[in-house]
T-cell receptor, first 112, second 111 residues
Framework: DAGVTQSPTHLIKTRGQQVTLRCSPK?????VSWYQQALGQGPQFIFQ???????QRGNFPDRFSGHQFPNYSSELNVNALLLGDSALYLC???????????FGPGTRLTVT | GNSVTQMEGPVTLSEEAFLTINCTYT??????LFWYVQYPGEGLQLLLK?????DKGSNKGFEATYRKETTSFHLEKGSVQVSDSAVYFC??????????FGAGTTVTVRA
């Protein structure tokens, strides 16, 4: 049983560009959340998707958007990249009958 | 809103020493509490959890008890190994499945 997978592993972008990160949840999970972890800090909640809709959103600007597909996989899009967007982006999945979230290995985004 | 405060590091210990990392929380309702561990260059791994007051979570020699009266969930291990060197995060999950994390505590165990 595959766990949560994310792609790509690493990404380097230039300021002002746009980026798309992808996440496949653990089998049987239908809720996907995204977190941003800046260097030396704890993860910060970006948003959560369930039934293809954004259900919760953290304190992130509209440049951060997402999508969930019918197979429960998800994308995180960031427009107009800033240097401060450099971070590890983590995806977590959860099932309604489970009481814990499983994290993927993350995508390391570097903005130059 | 929900928040977590955990002991700042870094913490450096010798092998077989006792480890405690303090964690307190502020939350509405009855959150679930977690400890996650992050090894260098990796994502987060769930270490242990407790879903209601007085529950004790345990795994790999680590323990933490959900104390509602003191709003705490301190992590302990009686005898650490070099392989326990990592960053440890305390987190809570509210009814909305949103995780709130502490800032993390870096633990280094020397042989």
């Amino acid at each position: 049983d595959a766990g949560v997978t994310q792609s790509p592993t690493h990404l380097i972008k230039t300021r002002g560009q746009q980026v798309t990160l992808r996440c496949s949840p653990k089998s049987g999970h239908d809720t996907v959340s995204w977190y941003q972890q800046a260097l030396g800090q704890g993860p910060q909640f970006i948003f959560q998707y369930y039934e293809e809709e954004e259900r919760q959103r953290g304190n992130f600007p509209d440049r951060f958007s997402g999508h969930q597909f019918p197979n429960y996989s998800s994308e995180l899009n960031v427009n107009a990249l800033l240097l401060g967007d450099s971070a590890l982006y983590l995806c977590a999945s959860r099932g309604v009958f489970h009481d814990e979230q499983y994290f993927g290995p993350g995508t390391r985004l570097t903005v130059t | 809103g929900n928040s977590v405060t955990q002991m700042e590091g870094p913490v450096t210990l010798s092998e077989e020493a006792f480890l405690t990392i303090n964690c307190t929380y502020t939350a509405t309702g009855y959150p679930s509490l977690f400890w996650y561990v992050q090894y260098p260059g990796e994502g987060l791994q769930l270490l242990l959890k407790a879903t209601k007051a007085d529950d004790k979570g345990s795994n790999k020699g680590f323990e933490a008890t959900y104390r509602k009266e003191t709003t705490s969930f301190h992590l302990e291990k009686g005898s650490v190994q070099v392989s326990d060197s990592a960053v440890y995060f305390c987190a809570l999950e509210g009814f909305d499945y949103k995780l709130s994390f502490g800032a993390g505590t870096t633990v280094t165990v020397r042989a």
